[in-house]
């Protein structure tokens, strides 16, 4: 019964070590394909703020940002920028703020720490009674740890897929529908940060975090990362 349990046991560890790492081997294929780094990225959104390309320049500080995301320059330079484009910063709710702290790969290492440990807890409290005092709270840090790592990759992940940034350098219109020449309420300034979560033809339907919503034309945007373009 143990030998099967700790067979179960590996199975489940396998899978999770699969899914958390698929958003790593991503950003770690698309940084190679792009030749991508934080100090590229820096420097190149430096050069778009010279030739006033607010909105570029915000996307760039903001990949820089996905890369190394405790670098005290790069946090300035973004918020200098929003500055000049007459922006705020997002209004995020603290467990966001949190995930951002960490980097994709931060993320999945924590998790994967995480898991080996969990995994080797409990296969040791399942072959032996033995040292139960220290395999429990161990085993519970460790779920916890998961839990935690778990969460903010899946965060940081999320925002990979749908996050989409208003280049255009006079903004564009929030339409109401995904057709040309549809009426329209408002305009979403260069360099807003918005998520999407449907095309339709070539126009992407976004949410802004102060809750409006619409439909955009796909060329004045472009993706944080992966996932809309």
């Not at 792009?34 to 607010?54: K, Q």
């Not at 320049?57 to 300035?76: F, G, K, W």
């Not at 802004?208 to 060329?219: E, N, T, Y």
Request: aromatic share 6%; charged share 20%; glycine share 10%.
């Amino acid at each position: 019964m143990n030998g099967r349990r700790c067979r179960l046991l590996g199975l489940g560890t396998l899978a999770a070590l699969g899914m958390v790492t698929i958003a790593t081997n991503a950003l770690a294929q698309r940084s190679g394909e792009e030749g991508w780094s934080a100090a590229r990225l820096y420097d190149d959104a430096n050069a778009e703020v010279r030739e006033g390309a607010l909105g570029t320049a915000i996307l760039e500080y903001r990949r820089a940002e996905l890369l190394s995301p405790r670098d005290p320059d790069i946090a300035a330079n973004l918020a200098l920028a929003r500055q000049q484009a007459g922006l705020a910063a997002p209004a995020l709710p603290w467990f966001e703020r949190a995930a951002r702290a960490f980097s994709v790969l931060e993320w999945t290492i924590a998790s994967l720490s995480g898991l080996w440990l969990l995994c080797a807890a409990l296969a040791a409290n399942a072959l032996s009674n033995r040292g139960r005092k220290l395999v429990v709270p161990c085993a519970i840090a460790a779920a916890l740890a998961v839990v935690v790592s778990g969460s903010g990759l899946a965060l940081t992940s999320s925002e990979l897929r749908t996050a989409v940034i208003v280049t255009a350098k006079a903004g564009t219109e929030l339409q109401l529908s995904p057709f040309e020449g549809a009426t329209s309420e408002t305009r979403v300034r260069e360099g807003e940060s918005l998520r999407a979560d449907t095309r339709h033809g070539a126009y992407l339907h976004v949410r802004g975090g102060d809750g409006q919503q619409g439909w955009v034309d796909s060329a004045a945007v472009e993706p944080l990362f992966l996932g809309t373009s």
